[in-house]
């Protein structure tokens, strides 16, 4: 699937006020707005760049023949530019899209997240936050991660399924802290409140060792993790 073609075709949707207009262009257009991105999601910067590039065009186009009005005009603009952040946060696929292929991947055949990266054992989510973001692949017949080191550049690593001794998820624990639920969570309800009644935080990580005794631990959403080792499972 061509994904630039179809992030120009996203991108035309401010022209749908030529049929709908007001509140309900609005909710209609954010929900869309949500779906895009997950779908566009890891796709690469491109995707995105061309996404919000395509917004402010049409709505410009908009603009010119009057049938739009200010604060739809702002609501995209702010919507153009955080389609740019989620480009320079794909940034880092694409350099791990071009490090497949400098070894001669095809990297349209790997699966991409976005996940937190640590080395060795996370032992409790307290020490999630000192985890650094990455982005972890799976594509024929191997893994491959990135991390940005601290110099600005880039570690990328591939390692074949056959130098994996093993892989697991497991529980990790943190203490709950004291919460006071606020009158602004009747409006906008806080994740916390899901975790209240729990003596203790809980959540997954996922481990992987490898047979040349490395131990490398990444974070993210159960469901994620999930899907990864569903992935593993069938390399």
């Known amino acids: 699937m061509n994904y630039i073609v179809l992030s ?13 207009k007001g509140w309900l262009f609005f909710g209609i257009s954010l929900i869309a707005f949500i779906i895009f991105y997950q779908i566009l999601k890891s796709k690469g910067k491109q995707a995105f760049s061309f996404l919000s590039a395509t917004i402010i065009g049409s709505e410009a186009f908009a603009l010119l023949f009057g049938f739009t009005n200010f604060f739809i005009l702002f609501y995209l603009l702010v919507v153009s530019g955080i389609f740019l952040v989620a480009a320079n946060e794909e940034k880092k696929v694409d350099i791990l899209r071009d490090y497949l292929k400098i070894n001669n991947f095809n990297s349209k055949k790997w699966d991409y997240y976005h996940l937190f990266f640590g080395r060795g054992e996370i032992s409790s989510i307290e020490e999630v936050g000192k985890l650094i973001p990455s982005i972890f692949a799976i594509g024929e017949g191997k893994i491959a991660y990135s991390v940005k080191m601290p110099n600005g550049d880039y570690y990328n690593q591939i390692i074949p399924i056959e130098n994996v001794n093993s ?5 990790i624990k943190g203490n709950q802290e004291l919460y006071y639920v606020k009158i602004q ?28 005794g490395e131990l490398i631990s990444f974070y993210e959403e159960p469901d994620i993790l999930q899907k990864i080792i569903k992935k593993l499972d069938e390399i």
Not at 8 to 20: E, K, M, R
């Open 8 to 20: 120009i075709l996203f991108g035309l949707t401010p022209l749908v006020q030529f049929f709908i």
């Open 185 to 212: 969570d009747l409006f906008l309800p806080n994740r916390r409140l899901r975790t209240l009644h729990k003596p203790y935080l809980e959540s997954f990580c996922l481990t992987i060792s490898t047979k040349d």
């Open 167 to 171: 892989y697991d998820l497991y529980d």
